[in-house]
């Protein structure tokens, strides 16, 4: 059964850090695509970044390059996003979906999502 749990989510004040994790259990995570999207009140759920399962290559949404860094560590099975100078844009529910086939960073690639912590920047 395969099962994603986030953690890592919380307040933090703009300019500030966090870091998401995503343990990932009844698969191997290392053989299978991996993204972190986000959806923020009224808007639609959007890709921030993600790592195709075809080619290993890594995509970031425009709005974070150069903030945000998506990672994995095989041996614990989890994915990380790690997000610094954070924005009161960034504020969104997170999610953490995985697939075999992946390529691209667009909801309809993924078949397995993880719960959604809550992320906000504000002062």
């Known amino acids: 059964q395969v099962q994603l749990v986030e953690s890592g989510g919380g307040l933090v004040q703009p300019g500030g850090s966090l870091r998401l994790s995503c343990a990932a259990s009844g698969f191997t995570l290392e053989y299978y695509a991996i993204g972190w999207f986000r959806q923020a009140p009224g808007k639609e759920r959007e890709g921030v970044s993600c790592?195709?399962?075809?080619?290993?290559?890594?995509y970031y949404a425009d709005s974070v390059k150069g903030r945000f860094t998506i990672s994995r560590d095989n041996a614990k099975n989890t994915m990380y996003l790690q997000m610094n100078s954070l924005k009161p844009a960034d504020t969104a529910v997170y999610y953490c979906?995985?697939?075999?086939?992946?390529?691209?960073?667009?909801?309809?690639?993924?078949?397995?999502w993880g719960q959604g912590p809550q992320v906000t920047a504000s002062a």
């Open positions: 979906p995985t697939d075999f086939w992946a390529g691209r960073c667009v909801i309809t690639e993924y078949d397995y």
């Open positions: 790592i195709s399962s075809s080619d290993g290559s890594t």
